[in-house]
Structures are given as C-alpha cells and as structure tokens.
C-alpha cells in the first residue's frame, strides 16, 4: 500500500523496482498481500511520473490488471476491478484520457458477474472511474441483484457516474428499505451524488 503511494509510471530506477517488486508480491502466498499489491498497482498506474517518458509503463500495468481481471484467480478478479477503476481515474485526474479498452473490458466484466463480491467490486472500479457508459449495465445489476450489500454499491457507483436514469430505481430502493441499514445508508449516498433533493424529506 505504501508503495501504492509512492510509485509512478516513469523510468526512475526507483519505481521501476517498485513496480516489480508489486508484481512480484501479487503472487505471495498470503492473500491479503496479493489484493493490496493488485490494488497499489492500479495506484501506481494511475500516476505519470517526471522526465521523457512519464507514462513508460502504462501499458505493461494496465496489460496486467486487465489479465488478473480475465484470467487471474478468483478472489484477485474483484481487486483487479478496483484497481482498473483507481487507474484510469488516476490518469484522468492527471490530465489524460482513460482507456476506453479497459473501460469496456471492466464493464463486460460487471455483466458477466454473478458472484456479489465481485459484483459490487467491479460497480465501485466503475464508479470509481467515473464511466458514463456503466449505467446501463449498473441498472440491469441493480434490480437483478438480491444481496443488500451488494446492491448498495450499485446505488453508489450509480451515483458516481451520475446516472439520472437511476433515480427513480433508487428511490425505489430507499422506500424499500426502512429497516434494511446498510442499503438504506449506500442508496441514499448514490441519491444524494445525483443530487436528488427529494431525497431530504424521505430521509
């Protein structure tokens, strides 16, 4: 984490052993080192570095995100869509423009997704990014969806692609959920992101 911090994606001696040695612990045997090291190297990939080149290896990280998002293992596909979402975000923030190619490949993702881990891991990267072109899927996701905790991260990234089209199911959402907490909590976050000021009164 603190080398997601650090880290860019210039030539300096020092990030490029950065860089290596989180690829190298995203295959430690422990698993919580290998989310972390998935996630600061979206961290890492998201941040233009200095000198001639300052996005040298963009490519190579976002090649191997987006690999451990199709092909890695299980439990590393939903902290590889964090860290595509952290990434791109990143690169925009920094003056650049996302990939649309990774973009789409994390949306594809989110549709094909069955599992609530990942589901709501890949709704987050989304919003998280900020990609206007999620909200249908991230609609579909939301009402086939029947995990509480789930669909509050959808109602969440929702919010953080500002998808107006959502409101209205996410007022369903909170009308449905007075002793539902946790979901109650996350749709009136994704509401209050769109703005909706009827939202206020409800609550």
Do not use: C
């Not at 990434?87 to 923030?93: A, I, S, T």
């Amino acid at each position: 984490l603190a080398f997601g911090q650090l880290g860019d994606l210039d030539e300096d001696p020092e990030d490029v052993l950065i860089r290596e040695r989180l690829l190298s612990s995203s295959t430690n045997a422990d698993a919580q080192v290998k989310n972390f090291s998935v996630l600061a190297l979206g961290q890492v990939g998201g941040r233009p570095g200095d000198g001639a080149a300052p996005r040298a290896a963009e490519s190579e990280v976002r090649q191997e995100l987006l690999k451990t998002l199709s092909r890695g293992k299980t439990q590393l596909k939903p902290w590889a869509g964090l860290g595509i979402g952290v990434m791109e975000r990143g690169l925009v923030d920094a003056g650049g423009q996302a990939s649309s190619g990774a973009l789409a490949a994390l949306r594809d993702a989110l549709a094909s997704a069955k599992t609530p881990r990942e589901v709501g891991a890949f709704a987050i990267g989304l919003g998280i990014a900020r990609d206007g072109d999620s909200h249908a899927v991230l609609l579909d996701k939301l009402e086939a969806m029947d995990h509480d905790e789930t669909r509050g991260y959808l109602a969440i990234a929702l919010g953080l692609v500002d998808s107006r089209d959502a409101i209205e199911p996410i007022q369903r959402v909170v009308s449905e959920s007075k002793y539902r907490g946790p979901l109650l909590q996350s749709a009136a976050i994704g509401l209050g992101l769109l703005g909706d000021k009827q939202l206020v009164g409800q609550l």
